[in-house]
């Protein structure tokens, strides 16, 4: 019986996905905790590549039970789009998937007011996926959220829908300039798409609490990547849910003693979508070939990844703040043909070297990277299927990753397959 969380280390699209699916043969459930449809975890197995945006990344493996979990945002129409891809492959959610009746509802005027905001910003855009993440996470925490559970009950819905159209109404108008939206339209878009979802909404908390009493393996999978929380984050430019550890218990009703293990997401490199500070970002040759050869285009959007060497003070922040025990490190082939792979040891702040990350607003806009080299190993990872059977260069770059963080590299995956993993 274990019961782990899995977090991206990074800004997100750490590969969290495949490696969820890896695990997920072991494990009676896995649950998404946070975020909604902005995440894009990619799982390839046999010939399908599949991109899941809420349905948690262990429904293609084994046969565990996979939860959305009270602290997700869920925009129904993009759920039922998904639950039709999932089963026209030939998979099916019955029995195996529910829905937490208190995640909220995004609902179409959560992505206008994105939008909207984002458009209202100009140049301080944060990027965000456009999807209604934030809105629907103010309406949460401003207690005028319609939840899964209210989908259930048609009067109570009407009655929410028309009181959040009309406040939101009077903000497009007078605020944003914007064409007000109509609360029956609304409904009759929304009334037969709950209906489809409806058979997959209960109390999650109580199965997982008899999942727990009966010694099943759960599974936490999280959403984007501890640099995008917001509170531990490159605020401003976060997401507007908590990816880190913390938030695994909260968005699920797991209770903290109740961990086993928090798993940390890296990629060998880095990468980000979207706007905000990026120390080791790389605007030469050298990043547009991180791009080329990791594919590094946003599997939501589709925007092309902004992409640097790694940097380990922002890894080992991320390995602080969710007590990462165990990390997975992503994509160690995309760095097979590179003569020299540097990684970043230290910040210069005002001339002076550190190996503190700064949470101040705006503060890591003016570090500067400081790099250690490593010749890199001209050879293809995915030949070895032993940690041994790697490029001697290669396993000295992982020491060197554990040594600084701390934390123990107990999954190295060379390619986007099942297979192509290996497991210490
Ligand atoms: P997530 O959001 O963390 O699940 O990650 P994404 O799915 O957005 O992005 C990760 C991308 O890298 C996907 O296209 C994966 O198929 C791919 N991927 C994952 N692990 C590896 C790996 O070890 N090597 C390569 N080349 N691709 C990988
Ligand atoms: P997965 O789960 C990478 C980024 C957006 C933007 C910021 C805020 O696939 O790793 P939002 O729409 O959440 O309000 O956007 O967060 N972002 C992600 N970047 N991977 C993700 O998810 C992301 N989800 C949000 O690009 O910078
Ligand atoms: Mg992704």
């Known amino acids: 019986m274990s019961t782990n969380i899995i977090i991206g280390a990074q800004w997100g699209d750490e590969g969290k996905g495949k490696i969820v699916d890896l695990l997920s043969k072991d494990s009676d459930f896995v649950v998404r905790y946070q975020g909604g449809a902005n995440a894009g975890h990619t799982i390839k197995f046999d010939d399908k590549e599949v991109v899941l945006h809420l349905i948690p990344s262990g429904i293609f493996n084994g046969d565990a039970v996979c939860i959305i979990g009270n602290g997700v945002v869920v925009d129904p129409a993009a759920l039922v789009d998904e639950i039709k891809g999932v089963e026209k492959i030939g998979t099916s959610l019955k029995d195996r998937f529910f829905i937490s009746s208190s995640a909220h509802v995004i609902l179409p005027y959560h992505k206008i007011l994105d939008n909207v905001r984002e458009k209202s910003r100009g140049d301080d855009a944060i990027g965000t996926t456009g999807r209604g993440i934030g809105p629907a996470y103010v309406s949460k925490v401003a207690r005028v959220g319609i939840r899964m559970g209210d989908l259930l009950d048609d009067a109570r819905l009407t009655e929410l829908v028309q009181t959040n159209v009309n406040e939101i109404n009077k903000a497009l108008k007078h605020v944003h300039n914007e064409p007000e939206i109509d609360a029956d339209d609304i409904l009759f878009n929304l009334r037969p798409i709950a209906s489809q979802i409806a058979p997959y909404i209960c109390n999650t908390t109580t199965l997982l609490h008899k999942a727990l009493a009966d010694g099943k393996d759960i599974l936490l999978e999280g959403a984007q990547g501890s640099l995008l929380d917001v509170d531990h984050g490159t605020y ?65 959007t589709g925007r092309p990844r902004r992409c640097g060497w790694l940097d380990l003070v922002a890894l080992k922040y991320a390995v602080d703040l969710n007590g990462m ?22 910040y210069l702040v005002n001339g002076e070297k550190t190996d503190v990350y700064p949470v101040e607003t705006g503060a890591l806009e003016n570090v500067e990277p400081v790099y250690k080299s490593f010749p890199g190993w001209k050879a293809s990872c995915l030949e070895a299927s032993t940690y041994d059977e790697l490029p001697d260069n290669a396993k000295t770059y992982i020491s060197f990753i554990e040594e600084y963080t701390g934390s123990y590299c107990s999954i190295i995956s060379t390619g986007p397959g099942r297979t192509q993993t290996i497991v210490r």
């Open 325 to 346: 025990d165990q990390l997975a490190l992503t994509k160690m082939d995309v760095l097979d043909d590179f003569d020299e792979i540097k990684v970043c040891t230290h």
């Open 236 to 300: 401003p430019f976060v997401t507007s849910s908590s990816p880190t550890a913390g938030g695994a218990c909260v968005g699920s009703g797991v209770p903290p003693t109740a961990i086993d293990h928090a798993i940390g997401i890296t990629k060998a490199y880095s990468t980000r979508v979207g706007n905000g500070p990026y120390p080791t970002e790389l605007h030469d040759e050298t990043g547009k070939k991180l791009r080329k050869n990791g594919a590094e285009f946003g599997a939501t």
